[in-house]
């Protein structure tokens, strides 16, 4: 089977890199496949160099592919399950709300299904793809090792296959107490980020108060303040008494002396 797997890559000529490049895609859409396998092919094909080369241009394309498909289909069709407050719930309960976590998980498992799951949180996507290349590269170096060790008859790959086999039985029993360790971490970094807010919090009432403190000493002091000050009242006009009927105005005019009447003569004079 190695051999007629090798001979397909070889055949292929100058697209054997392109074929390689693209199966790493494949198994990010079909995550059922293994990646070291396709790592382990490249490196009974092209050597140990080469299939490393191609293998983190084809590893990069296909976590960008499952990340941003897991983001952009899978993870509203599950928001629209569940509500966004429950989502966030289960991601805090999970302890994968951090970068770190999902490195670690991209390492101990090493399988394209981790990084779909990853596309489904809230965690952005650039750290997310650049924590799934650092952590799965020891895993790519490690199995175009293998292949170009191993692959060289089907008796030998078996005998490699039950040794991966024990290996990953160990990984599973060790799994659960990984995952507690990880939500404890998780856990510690909420409960200091919630610290962290609370001491922003209370900084900046105690410089709210600090600048009330100074109004209030620059007052007592009697240096102005900076605040705007009211505009000062208007002082009410003075209200003059009102005259009595029987008082006369003092600058009233004096009435003119009336003239006594003309009597007409009977001669006309």
């Not at 490249?42 to 590893?59: E, S």
């Not at 999970?94 to 970068?99: D, N, P």
């Amino acid at each position: 089977m190695t051999e007629a797997l090798s001979h397909f890559i070889n055949d292929a000529g100058l697209f054997a890199p392109l074929y390689y490049v693209l199966s790493f895609v494949v198994t990010a859409l079909l995550p059922f496949i293994p990646t070291p396998l396709v790592g382990a092919l490249g490196g009974a094909a092209f050597g140990v160099v080469p299939a490393i080369l191609y293998g983190i241009v084809g590893m990069g394309l296909g976590a960008f592919v499952a990340l941003n498909l897991s983001r952009r289909i899978g993870r509203p069709i599950i928001l629209k399950l569940v509500t966004p407050k429950v989502w966030a719930e289960w991601e805090s309960l999970l302890g994968i709300r951090s970068v770190f976590v999902w490195g670690v998980i991209f390492f101990i498992l090493n399988v394209d299904f981790a990084v779909v799951a990853a596309g489904l949180s809230g965690v952005p996507l650039v750290p997310l793809w650049i924590a799934a290349m650092v952590a799965r590269l020891p895993w790519l170096v490690a199995s175009a090792w293998f292949g170009d060790l191993v692959f060289v008859s089907d008796t030998v790959m078996l005998l490699a296959l039950v040794v991966m086999l024990g290996m990953i039985v160990v990984l599973a029993k060790l799994r659960p107490l990984v995952h507690r360790q990880l939500v404890r971490w998780a856990d510690r970094s909420d409960g200091r980020a919630a610290a962290a807010e609370r001491g922003e919090d209370t900084a900046r009432r105690g410089s709210r108060h600090d600048r009330e403190e100074r109004r209030v000493e620059e007052r007592r002091a009697g240096r102005p303040s900076f605040e705007p000050t009211a505009a000062p009242e208007a002082t009410p006009a003075r209200e003059v008494p009102a005259a009595s009927p029987g008082d006369a105005p003092s600058n009233a005019a004096t009435p003119a002396p009336e003239r006594p009447p003309r009597h007409r003569s009977r001669g006309g004079v």
